[in-house]
């Protein structure tokens, strides 16, 4: 969850700080008011957590399917997220809103791990967010953009996924298919501690997840479990203090049909439990998120190199954070070759 999201981390004496203030402006001697900033920069993380499918909230159909050895793609996307927020009723920000666009780059290749079916993913953001509200009646605008983490994942197929070429690919037929994927955000998004306004999270993320794929037909089912981890952020503002979350755990299920090859809908869903954040050591139970979307995906190819992805992603069961609409569009060219 985590990666390239924005934060809020504290509050001045009257309000927020505005972006580009100074950190000299906060005020040390209200505990209350740190309690309000606290809960706005963890209602600010999954804001923003909705605009990337790399985190808690992705809705990621066939992620398990079979791709040839040496194919390579590059993405092009963009994500638009544009909501209210919630948060619990001792906390005093109301009509809080937020607009988050995200282009996204990604790489693709695909390869062979100990003679099973396995790919690797990169992938770059850059965030633009728009967000507003009333703290303790204050009117209050927040406008932030930048290069947020950049985000990893391996995955290897366990059962039902050898490693096969284009050629033998042809003929091949998926049924049961079971693997295992590691994902990991580098804390490479842009980060100051003296600034209350980030689009880095300055640490790294982990998710470790087990992924179940069967086919019937054209009918296609996926399922997946796996959970988030977290290491401290010992620079949070105004950098003297250390900012820790719990895990996450996350479920994920899709449904899709195949139109014809390449054509593909799906229906999406999932549901995430967790992530309790700390500052300073205490703990801010307050903050822990059970929340669930629900979406859909279709993929059309264009030429035989070339793919349009759009996405449509919404709220189901918002306990606390942000409840979004979030529309993704993408294009994809893939090609064959072995790298030299």
Same mark, same amino acid.
């Given at each position: 969850?985590?990666?390239?999201?924005?934060?809020?981390?504290?509050?001045?004496?009257?309000?927020?700080?505005?972006?580009?203030?100074?950190?000299?402006?906060?005020?040390h001697?209200?505990?209350?008011?740190?309690?309000?900033?606290?809960?706005?920069?963890?209602?600010?993380?999954?804001?923003?957590?909705?605009?990337?499918?790399?985190?808690?909230?992705?809705?990621?159909?066939?992620?398990?399917?079979?791709?040839?050895?040496? *194919?390579?793609?590059?993405? %092009?996307g963009?994500?638009?997220?544009?909501?209210?927020?919630?948060?619990?009723?001792?906390?005093?920000?109301t009509?809080g809103?937020?607009?988050?666009?995200?282009?996204?780059?990604?790489?693709?290749?695909?390869?062979?791990?100990?003679?099973?079916?396995?790919?690797?993913?990169?992938?770059?953001?850059?965030?633009?967010?728009?967000?507003?509200?009333?703290? %303790?009646?204050?009117?209050?605008?927040?406008?932030?953009?930048?290069?947020?983490?950049?985000?990893?994942?391996?995955?290897?197929?366990?059962?039902?996924?050898?490693?096969?070429?284009?050629?033998?690919?042809?003929?091949?037929?998926?049924?049961t298919?079971?693997? *295992?994927?590691?994902?990991?955000?580098?804390?490479?998004?842009?980060?100051?501690p003296?600034?209350?306004?980030?689009?880095?999270?300055?640490?790294?993320?982990?998710?470790?997840?087990?992924?179940?794929?069967?086919?019937?037909?054209?009918?296609?089912?996926? $399922?997946?479990?796996?959970?988030?981890?977290?290491?401290?952020n010992?620079?949070?503002?105004?950098?003297?203090? /250390?900012? /820790?979350?719990?895990?996450?755990?996350?479920?994920?299920?899709?449904?899709?049909?195949? *139109?014809?090859?390449?054509?593909?809908?799906?229906?999406?869903?999932?549901?995430?439990?967790?992530?309790?954040?700390?500052?300073?050591?205490?703990?801010?139970? $307050?903050?822990?998120?059970?929340?669930?979307?629900?979406?859909?995906?279709?993929?059309?190819?264009?030429?035989?190199?070339?793919?349009?992805?759009?996405?449509?992603s919404?709220?189901?069961? *918002?306990?606390?954070?942000?409840?979004?609409?979030?529309?993704?569009?993408?294009?994809?060219?893939?090609?064959?070759?072995?790298?030299?």
């Open positions: 969850m985590p990666g390239h999201f924005l934060q809020i981390q504290s509050l001045t004496k009257r309000t927020l700080l505005l972006a580009g203030s100074e950190a000299t402006q906060f005020d001697h209200r505990p209350a008011r740190s309690l309000v900033a606290e809960r706005l920069a963890n209602l600010l993380f999954m804001i923003c957590l909705a605009s990337n499918t790399s985190y808690s909230q992705a809705l990621t159909p066939r992620a398990y399917t079979i791709t040839p050895i040496h *194919v390579n793609a590059v993405t %092009l963009y994500s638009f997220s544009d909501g209210t927020v919630l948060l619990d009723d001792t906390v005093p920000i009509d809103v937020a607009r988050l666009s995200t282009p996204v780059f990604n790489y693709f290749h695909a390869l062979s791990f100990i003679g099973r079916s396995a790919n690797f993913t990169a992938a770059l953001p850059y965030t633009i967010g728009h967000l507003q509200g009333k703290v %303790l009646g204050a009117e209050t605008k927040v406008y932030r953009s930048g290069l947020g983490g950049s985000a990893y994942r391996f995955s290897v197929n366990l059962k039902g996924g050898p490693s096969i070429t284009p050629k033998e690919f042809l003929s091949w037929r998926q049924k298919l079971l693997g *295992v994927s590691l994902a990991v955000v580098a804390p490479t998004g842009q980060y100051d003296a600034r209350l306004v980030n689009i880095g999270t300055n640490r790294w993320a982990f998710k470790p997840e087990l992924g179940l794929s069967r086919r019937w037909r054209t009918w296609l089912f996926d $399922a997946y479990g796996g959970a988030w981890f977290f290491t401290t010992q620079d949070f503002f105004p950098g003297t203090v /250390s900012r /820790s979350q719990e895990p996450i755990g996350v479920a994920e299920m899709h449904l899709s049909y195949d *139109v014809k090859t390449g054509f593909w809908a799906s229906i999406d869903s999932n549901f995430w439990y967790g992530g309790t954040t700390s500052r300073g050591g205490i703990e801010d139970t $307050a903050t822990l998120q059970k929340n669930s979307r629900i979406g859909a995906t279709c993929a059309i190819p264009v030429g035989k190199r070339q793919t349009l992805k759009f996405s449509y919404r709220g189901a069961y *918002v306990r606390f954070g942000g409840n979004f609409q979030n529309l993704s569009i993408g294009w994809q060219y893939s090609w064959l070759g072995k790298p030299n």
